[in-house]
Nanobody, 124 residues
């Protein structure tokens, strides 16, 4: 079992940066692929990025490539999402999620554990 708690959201102007953190409980954190998703009002939950067990492989949705960076620190049981050059369309509640792997998945249905979410608002 993994429990996830996100932090780091807030209000930022377009072009600014935020760093989201996700703290995980449990001794088996390093055995999970981790992902970030987001959900804007009246929209479906959308895949943002995912990272492999060791952090050696990552995958992003096209709209955030070159602007967002996912990383993890297995010693700290944490995963991060560095968001740069933010745009108003990045406004959403951001969730971190965990799945056993061994392959990447962009489908929220494949993730077993979820955090409560953190709000990111980008003003124009």
């Amino acid at each position: 079992q993994v429990q996830l708690v996100e932090s780091g959201g807030g209000l930022v102007q377009a072009g600014g940066s935020l760093r989201l953190s996700c703290a995980a409980s449990g001794r088996t954190f390093s055995s999970y692929f981790m992902g970030w998703f987001r959900q804007a009002p009246r929209k479906e939950r959308e895949f943002v990025a995912t990272i492999s067990w060791s952090g050696g492989s990552t995958y992003y949705t096209d709209s955030v490539k070159g602007r967002f960076t996912i990383s993890r620190d297995n010693a700290k049981n944490a995963v991060y999402l560095q968001m740069d050059s933010l745009k108003p369309e990045d406004t959403a509640v951001y969730y971190c999620a965990a799945r056993p792997g061994p392959r990447f998945s962009q489908s929220y249905r494949d993730y077993n554990y979820w955090g409560q979410g953190t709000q990111v608002t980008v003003s124009s």
